[in-house]
């Protein structure tokens, strides 16, 4: 039985790296896969997940930091064991309790050896071989040279600066000035996409409602607005974060679970979605995620001086476009055992790593791409 047991691991793991040589050398093959057989996972799984209020990809990072932990401590407790007899010749426990500890780390180290390669296999079949797909300017666009000039960027960062100007003083605020939206913002996200899957086919069809991260302090500290889950085909956003943010992050998510895990492409896809939704809150929201990727650039390309005399973000709208609160990052930081200054180091070296694992060379540079993204688009208008 344990050599059957042996060859079905070991045929498991053969299969997982086969895959990721073929997603890596083949976008087709990649193409084909998030056509065809990805939508299952998450017309399937996606639905069951989906039926929980709760974000069950939470419950299983959870569990997966304890699995860890008592894999570390098998490992302690072996060595405990093995150090004392040597040194000894004899166990350092009674017999029945020695024999137990054996056995349980034992059976531990196969279950954790199994859940690693579970591990492996979801992520390749809903993250990996998402990386070396056609991009989506690829596949509606066509190639593109990226050769814009400064006009460009010019037009479109007023474009939309203006926008926000305008759109800001049409909000609904409470009494200290905060937006407010009544409405259901997870359906309205979830129609949004809809909507937009009627111009880009990959886009269209089910989708799961985004739920709030239960740990939504703590994702905070990492400045992260939303999460994909691979292994619970869920999108999460943070639910703390300042309300401006909500629409974009929900659309950005959901973009994931039509198969665009490239972060730039989430963004582009999340503002189409939010400005073309009939929405005037989403609208808002949409051009506010892009602004100051595209602000910057321009601040970047044309200087201090230059800088001013095209037109002004309005106070108001640099008042909107902030990740937290100030009263939620104090209660934040008074509330949580961990530095935000060391969680967010580890979060974006983390975060940096998987991209660039994943073939992401610039890592979280990549972010910013949405720029291109936005400047081709407009261009073919």
């Given amino acids: 039985m344990k050599k059957k047991t042996g060859i079905i691991y070991a045929s498991i793991a053969v299969f997982v790296v086969l ?8 976008t087709s093959f990649c193409d084909a896969y998030i056509r065809y057989i990805f939508p299952v996972w998450v017309n399937t799984y996606g639905r069951l997940t989906g039926v929980f209020p709760f974000s069950v990809g939470e419950i299983l990072l959870v569990a997966g930091v304890l699995c860890v932990l008592i894999f570390v401590l098998c490992i302690l407790i072996c060595l405990s064991l093995g150090v004392y007899s040597l040194l000894t010749g004899q166990g350092s ?8 500890l054996w056995k349980f780390s034992k059976g531990y180290f196969s279950f954790f050896a199994w859940t690693v390669l579970v591990v492996c296999v979801i992520m390749t079949l809903n993250c990996s071989i998402l990386y070396h797909a056609s991009t989506f300017s690829e596949q509606y666009y066509g190639e593109e040279d990226g050769d814009y000039t400064l006009d460009d960027l010019i037009a479109v960062r007023n474009m939309v600066v203006e926008r926000c100007n305008i759109l800001a003083q049409e909000m609904t605020r409470d009494e200290n000035g905060d937006l407010v939206y009544d409405k259901d913002m997870e359906a309205e996200a979830i129609r949004a996409m809809k909507a937009l899957g009627k111009q880009y086919d990959q886009l269209d069809g089910y989708y799961p409602r985004p739920k709030p991260l239960v740990f939504s302090d703590f994702f905070s500290q990492q400045y992260c607005c939303g999460y994909y889950f691979p292994f619970s085909m869920e999108a999460n956003y943070n639910n703390v974060m300042y309300i401006g943010n909500f629409p974009s992050t929900m659309c950005h998510e959901l973009a994931h679970l039509r198969g665009y895990i490239y ?6 896809i999340s503002y189409l979605a939010c400005i073309q939704s009939g ?3 989403f609208e ?5 995620s892009v602004l100051y990727y595209l602000d910057n650039d321009f601040y970047t390309a044309v200087g201090d001086d230059k800088y001013w005399e095209e037109i002004w973000i309005a106070p108001q709208v640099h008042k909107d476009n902030v990740f937290l609160k100030r009263e939620e990052w ?3 930081e008074e509330e949580s055992p961990l530095d935000t200054e ?3 180091a580890v979060s974006d070296e983390f975060t940096d790593t998987m991209l660039k694992v994943n073939g992401v060379e610039d890592g979280m540079i990549s972010y910013s791409r949405v720029v291109e993204l936005i400047l081709c688009y407009y261009s073919r208008q």
């Fill in 93 to 100: 426990t009674p017999g029945k309790i020695r024999n137990g």
């Fill in 284 to 288: 808002y929201c949409g051009y506010l």
């Fill in 330 to 332: 104090d209660r934040i």
């Fill in 263 to 268: 972060e730039d492409e989430a963004n582009f």
């Fill in 19 to 26: 895959l990721n040589v073929i997603a890596w050398s083949s």
């Fill in 279 to 281: 929405d005037s809150f």
């Fill in 342 to 344: 060391v969680v967010e």
